[in-house]
C-alpha cells in the first residue's frame, strides 16, 4: 500500500482528514480527526499496558534487554532498507547512463 492509498483509507476510516497544501499542487496536508486522536490515545495505552504485562512476566532486567534487542533489530533493518533503496537508484541511473 503507497502513501496515497494509506492516507485515503485512514480519510475513508474517519481517522484523518487532508486538505490540499498550498506549497505544492500534489501534496495533501492530514491532520487526524477526534476519532484518529482518541485511537491513537487507546493504542498507546494498550501498548503501555502490554509493555508492563511483558516486564513484570520477564523481569525488569530482561524485559530492558528484550527492547534494546528490538531497538538495534530495527536499525539493521533501516539501515538495510536504506541501502538497497540507494542500490536501486544507482541501478536506474545506471540504466540512465546506459541509455535504457
Request: hydrophobic fraction near 40%; charge should be positive; avoid cysteine.
Amino acid at each position: 500500500m503507497n502513501a496515497k492509498h494509506l492516507a485515503d483509507h485512514l480519510e475513508a476510516m474517519g481517522l484523518v482528514r487532508s486538505t490540499s497544501a498550498s506549497s505544492h499542487r500534489q501534496r495533501r496536508d492530514l491532520v487526524p480527526t477526534e476519532t484518529g486522536l482518541a485511537l491513537a490515545k487507546q493504542l498507546a495505552e494498550r501498548a503501555a499496558a502490554w509493555d508492563r504485562r511483558l516486564a513484570k512476566l520477564l523481569g525488569a532486567a530482561r524485559f530492558d534487554q528484550l527492547k534494546g534487542l528490538l531497538e538495534q533489530l530495527e536499525s539493521v533493518l533501516a539501515a538495510e532498507r536504506s541501502r538497497q533503496g540507494r542500490l536501486r537508484g544507482q541501478a536506474v541511473t545506471r540504466k540512465q547512463e546506459d541509455g535504457l
